[in-house]
C-alpha cells in the first residue's frame, strides 16, 4: 500500500475541472475500459506469477508444519505464522494493486478503501513483526542456549505470535484514519481510495511511522541479531582450528560456558578435528544471514522511502509518466519479499525440502500420509545441519 491513489491508468485523465481541455471525441467510457496491452500484459503475467508463487510456497510452508508433527519445532512455528501473513499479503494485496493500476475508479465504496487498507497493512505489519522476532529467537538459539531453554519453549512461543498477531492489528489502525474515500470531477464522476490530502501533517506522520515500524526497527533487530550469529560461526570454527584433540576441545567448553558454540540447544558437540566442509558450511550460513537482511531492506526500503517522498511532495501522488512503472516495481517488490521467504526460510532446510516431497508425492498417491520409511527419515533439527565434528545444529 503506499500513499499515490493508486487508480490512475496510463493516459488517464485527470478528474478536475480540466476535463474540458479534452479532445472534443474523447469517451470516457470507451477509454475506461481501453488499456495499452504492451502495458498491461507483462504486468499481468508478472504479477500472476507473484500470485502463484505465494500461493504455492506459503502454503507449503503451512501445510508442512500443520502435517508433519516433526517439523513442528519453534522456529517452524514463527514460519508458519510468517507464511500465514505472507499468503494475506499475496491474496489482498497483489490483485487489487493489480486492479488499480489499471482501473480509473474505485469501485468497493468507502467501507471497502478503509477496511482492505487496513487488513494490507495488518498483514505486511505481521510478516515483519514475524521476521524481526524469527532472528530474535534464533539469536537466543545461538547466543543464549542456556537461557533459551527457558524462553524459547513452545507455550512461549505461541504467546509471542499471539502477540505479535495483535500488535499487527493494533499497529495498523492509523491507517483507518489517512486513508479517505474520494470523489473526483466535475462532468465525470470517479473515486479514489487514497492517502487524505486534506491533512499532509497526518499523511506525513503516518508514512514516517510505518517507515520506521516496518524497516528501520526491523532492520537494526535483524542485523544485530544476525552479526552476532555470524560473528559466533566464525569464532568458534576458528577456535576449533587450534585444537588438535577432542579433549582440549572439552576443555576448552567447560571453561568458557557463555560461549557454548552454535548448538541450538548448547549441546557441547565439538569433538574431533576440524573439517575444510565445516569451514566451508559456516561461511554459508554467513552468507544467508546476510542475504536475509539484504532481501529484507531491498524488498521493502524502495516503496516505503517513495511513500515518505510522496507525502512531503517530493514525488507525485498520481501514477503518471514514470512514477507508473516505477511504483508498480516498488509494490512488486514488497510482495516479492512474501514470495522468497518460504524459499529462503524454508526450502533451504532439507527437513523442509523432504516434507514437501513427501506432502507432495502423498498427494499425487491419494494418501493421507507420507510412507513410513520416508517419514522415519525426517530430520528433528530445526535447519541446516553444520557438522562440525560430531553434529551441531544451527537455525536457518
Request: aromatic share 12%.
Amino acid at each position: 500500500p503506499d500513499g499515490s491513489n493508486g487508480s490512475l491508468a496510463p493516459g488517464a485523465p485527470l478528474f478536475t475541472e480540466d476535463d474540458d481541455d479534452l479532445p472534443e471525441d474523447y469517451d470516457y467510457e470507451e477509454s475506461a475500459w481501453h488499456y495499452d496491452l504492451a502495458d498491461l500484459v507483462p504486468t499481468a503475467v508478472v504479477y500472476g506469477a507473484t500470485l502463484l508463487l505465494g500461493l504455492v510456497g506459503n502454503l507449503l510452508i503451512v501445510y508442512t508444519v500443520a502435517r508433519f508433527p516433526r517439523m513442528r519445532s519453534i522456529s517452524n512455528l514463527f514460519l508458519a505464522s510468517l507464511a500465514s501473513a505472507d499468503l494475506l499479503i499475496v491474496l489482498l494485496c497483489v490483485p487489487v494493486k493489480f486492479g488499480q493500476l489499471f482501473s480509473y475508479t474505485w469501485t468497493l465504496g468507502e467501507l471497502g478503501c478503509k477496511l482492505l487498507l487496513y487488513v494490507q497493512h495488518v498483514s505486511m505489519i505481521c510478516s515483519v513483526l514475524n521476521l524481526t522476532f524469527l532472528s530474535i529467537e534464533r539469536y537466543y538459539a545461538v547466543i543464549h542456549p542456556v537461557r533459551s531453554r527457558y524462553l524459547c519453549t513452545f507455550s512461549q512461543a505461541r504467546r509471542v505470535i499471539i502477540f505479535i498477531w495483535l500488535a499487527a492489528f493494533l499497529t495498523a489502525l492509523p491507517i483507518i484514519f489517512v486513508q479517505v474515500h474520494v470523489e473526483m470531477g466535475l462532468r465525470r464522476r470517479a473515486y479514489w481510495c487514497m492517502r487524505d490530502e486534506a491533512s499532509p501533517s497526518a499523511w506525513r506522520s503516518f508514512e514516517i511511522y510505518m517507515l520506521i515500524l516496518v524497516l528501520c526497527i526491523p532492520t537494526l533487530v535483524m542485523g544485530y541479531a544476525y552479526a552476532k550469529i555470524c560473528a559466533q560461526l566464525w569464532m568458534v570454527v576458528r577456535e576449533r582450528a587450534h585444537l588438535t584433540s577432542g579433549t582440549a576441545c572439552t576443555e576448552m567448553l567447560e571453561k568458557t560456558p557463555g560461549k557454548p558454540g552454535f548448538g541450538v540447544n548448547g549441546d557441547k558437540r565439538f569433538l574431533g578435528k576440524p573439517s575444510r566442509a565445516d569451514e566451508d558450511t559456516v561461511k554459508q550460513v554467513i552468507k544467508m544471514l546476510i542475504l536475509v537482511v539484504s532481501l529484507f531492506v531491498l524488498c521493502w526500503a524502495p516503496i516505503l522511502i517513495l511513500n515518505v517522498l510522496t507525502a512531503f511532495g517530493s514525488v507525485s501522488a498520481l501514477n503518471y509518466s514514470y512514477l507508473k512503472p516505477l511504483r508498480t516495481c516498488f509494490h512488486l517488490l514488497s510482495y516479492l519479499n512474501s514470495c522468497v521467504n518460504p524459499l529462503v526460510y524454508g526450502f533451504m532446510s532439507r527437513s523442509f525440502r523432504v516434507s514437501f516431497r513427501d506432502a507432495i508425492l502423498g498427494c499425487l498417491r491419494q494418501r493421507g500420509s507420507p510412507q513410513r520409511g520416508t517419514t522415519l527419515r525426517l530430520s528433528r533439527t530445526r535447519t541446516t545441519s553444520l557438522s562440525l565434528g560430531r553434529s551441531a545444529t544451527y537455525v536457518t
